[in-house]
């Protein structure tokens, strides 16, 4: 995936868009806060990027206002321009319609959707299974080419309600709706998952296999193996918060570990 037999996938966590209580007011901004993490990201040697509105507290439920939407696909193109990586974008909480605009509108390369098979509680409240429609729609914008990374059993989430559903069957599940990957993450941001629940996902799929929450420099090594990918924010920020900018001094030992791994393999 991205040239590599384990990409990283580094995550800009933008600032408050409009639509969102915590806006400022300046999308001029917004869209400094942005570049300079993708350039950071960039000249530290990370694969491709992903674009995320975690800063818009508290999350509407399977959709953003008009306003969102446009906002991100400025900044996603702005950044897809000043990078030439390979981009996608997820629009929380569950804004799977709206993820897929963007990414149609900016020539980005992938999405990251949340309740794309069964039935889940978040924070937000009650999220229903968005494969059907979202499908539906890609297929109408003739946009096979922009791949579905679904994540399972999701961080921040309940999933009692399918407690009888494995990790592995919700995964041949979103396999069979066509997801082009799923996305396996810990309990909430920044939170590994059980390296054993990777490769088990692995075993039992054909598609991509990513890595959602928690990879550090210290933990890489252990999902290189059975991963495609690995999403990574928190552990790339200044003092390990994904709340700040990218540490150009993290990137570059997370890239060097990984390289390091590889190499040994070959």
Known sequence: MFNRKCSLIG???????PGAAGYGGSMEELLRWAVTDAIAYKEAGIDALI???MHDVPFLNGYVEPETTAAMTLLAQAIKYETMLPLGVQILAGANIEA?????????????????????VGDEGMHQA???KLIRRRAALKADHIKIFA???????AHAITADVSLIETARAAEFFQADGVVITGSATGVAPETKEVSSVRAATSGGVLVGSGVTVD??????PHADALIVGSSLKYEGRWSNHVDPERVEA???AVNKKSTAQR
């Not at 995550?11 to 868009?17: C, G, K, N, Q």
């Not at 994540?151 to 989430?157: G, N, R, S, V």
């Not at 933990?219 to 290189?224: D, K």
């Open 130 to 132: 968005s494969a059907p």
């Open 11 to 17: 995550v800009i966590h933008l600032l408050p868009l």
């Open 51 to 53: 674009v995320e509105n």
């Open 151 to 157: 994540d399972i059993k999701k961080k921040h989430a």
């Open 219 to 224: 933990n890489v090594h252990e999902f290189l």
């Open 100 to 120: 897929l605009g963007v990414a149609v509108a900016a020539s980005l390369d992938f999405i990251r959707v949340e309740g794309f098979v069964f039935a889940h």
């Open 254 to 256: 997370l890239v060097a």
